[in-house]
């Protein structure tokens, strides 16, 4: 079982930066891939990072690609998201999600087998 605490959320201007935190429990975090969605009323989870156990894979939708930059420290337990150049658009509830086993990055929401509670993350225009 792995439980995973998102921080770093908030009210930030259109063009400006945040860094997303995700710190999961366990000793088995470097064994997981780590992936980033969010959510807005109404619509369903997207993806918009993932990276694989070891950090050298990474995957990106075209949404954020250039924009949004996934990492991880397995000593830390931790996987960040750092979101640049953000826009009105990019407003949502931010989940941090775990998939066990190696492999290609995934990006679909069944795919992932644990779930943090979600940080908000609002852009002002």
């Known amino acids: 079982q792995v439980q995973l605490v998102e921080s770093g959320g908030g009210l930030v201007q259109a063009g400006g930066s945040l860094r997303l935190s995700c710190t999961a429990s366990?000793?088995?975090?470097?064994?997981?891939?780590m992936g980033w969605f969010r959510q807005t009323p109404g619509k369903e989870r997207e993806f918009v990072a993932g990276i694989s156990w070891s950090g050298v894979s990474t995957r990106y939708p075209d949404s954020v690609k250039g924009r949004f930059t996934i990492s991880r420290d397995n000593a830390k337990n931790t996987v960040y998201l750092q979101m640049n150049s953000l826009q009105p658009e990019d407003t949502a509830v931010y989940y941090c999600a775990a998939r066990r086993g190696s492999g290609v990055v995934k990006s679909l929401e069944y795919e992932y087998d644990y779930w943090g509670q979600g940080t908000q993350v609002t852009v002002s225009s």
């Open positions: 366990g000793r088995t975090f470097s064994s997981y891939t």
